[in-house]
């Protein structure tokens, strides 16, 4: 039985957190499509496709350095569209589940994100992707960031050069999630370990269920004959 305090509400934004190459797009497309088959009205809102569109896919990793200024203004006004964008949809086209896709690698991005939501009445869980396995994180930048749109028409080489240079921008900046008055779930290293705290509803319990049986490695599909 649950108790008192375990909510049944189906309003919900799910804030992706974690370092670029780590998988949070797959994993936000694969929750979204999990939730919508559980029959949830569920959208993902990708804040690279906003930026995207406002400063064009060609970007040098300088944009992403925290010491740039307008780099910061430019991509803190793409972030703030597509929340936006997530919280009209939720008001105006009965959108229940939002998970917003993106970095959101400060405690001061996150503190935002979460204020925008408490005023329009949604609730927050925030889903940290961690990992620190240098093979898988080679295998993203390989198998994921050389087909992105940001590096289209560019050498392979220098993709993976730009990119890892951008990657380290982030590390300078990132600040994990360690406040325990948050709803969250840490994924570390493709599901080896799972932190969860305050999962305080049933759709919450549901994203958790889902992530335990979640890979983002590839893994052998044997076919039988009998």
Same mark, same amino acid.
């Given at each position: 039985?649950?108790?008192?305090?375990?909510?049944?509400?189906?309003? =919900? /934004?799910?804030?992706?957190?974690?370092? *670029?190459?780590?998988?949070?797009?797959?994993? +936000? &497309? @694969?929750? #979204?499509?999990?939730?919508?088959?559980?029959?949830?009205?569920?959208?993902?809102?990708?804040?690279?496709?906003?930026?995207?569109?406002?400063?064009?896919? =060609? /970007?040098?990793?300088?944009?992403?350095? *925290?010491?740039?200024?307008?780099?910061?203004? +430019? &991509? @803190?006004? #793409?972030?703030?569209?597509?929340?936006?964008?997530?919280?009209?949809?939720?008001?105006?086209?009965?959108?229940?589940?939002?998970?917003?896709?993106?970095?959101?690698?400060?405690?001061?991005?996150?503190?935002?994100?979460?204020?925008?939501?408490?005023? +329009?009445?949604?609730?927050?869980?925030?889903?940290?992707?961690?990992?620190?396995?240098?093979?898988?994180?080679?295998?993203?930048?390989?198998?994921?960031?050389?087909?992105?749109?940001?590096?289209?028409?560019?050498?392979?080489?220098?993709?993976?050069?730009?990119?890892?240079?951008?990657?380290?921008?982030?590390?300078?900046?990132?600040?994990?999630?360690?406040?325990?008055?948050?709803?969250?779930?840490?994924?570390?290293?493709?599901?080896?370990?799972?932190?969860?705290?305050?999962?305080?509803?049933?759709?919450?319990?549901?994203?958790?269920?889902?992530?335990?049986?979640?890979?983002?490695?590839?893994?052998?599909?044997?076919?039988?004959?009998?």
């Amino acid at each position: 039985m649950f108790s008192s305090s375990f909510s049944f509400r189906t309003n =919900l /934004v799910i804030v992706m957190v974690g370092l *670029p190459a780590r998988g949070k797009t797959y994993t +936000a &497309r @694969r929750l #979204a499509r999990y939730l919508s088959w559980l029959g949830y009205n569920a959208n993902v809102f990708n804040v690279g496709n906003y930026r995207r569109e406002q400063v064009g896919r =060609l /970007v040098h990793h300088s944009f992403f350095d *925290p010491q740039n200024a307008d780099g910061i203004a +430019a &991509r @803190r006004r #793409a972030a703030m569209d597509a929340l936006d964008d997530l919280l009209r949809w939720m008001r105006e086209e009965d959108g229940q589940i939002g998970i917003y896709d993106a970095t959101n690698s400060t405690r001061e991005r996150r503190r935002l994100v979460r204020e925008r939501c408490a005023a +329009a009445g949604v609730d927050v869980l925030y889903l940290e992707i961690i990992c620190q396995d240098p093979e898988i994180i080679e295998a993203n930048i390989l198998e994921t960031k050389l087909t992105s749109p940001d590096y289209m028409g560019i050498s392979p080489e220098d993709a993976v050069q730009d990119f890892r240079a951008r990657i380290a921008h982030y590390e300078d900046a990132y600040e994990t999630i360690d406040d325990t008055g948050l709803c969250f779930i840490k994924l570390i290293d493709v599901g080896r370990q799972m932190v969860i705290n305050r999962i305080e509803s049933y759709l919450m319990s549901q994203v958790v269920h889902f992530l335990t049986n979640l890979t983002i490695i590839p893994r052998p599909i044997w076919l039988t004959r009998h």
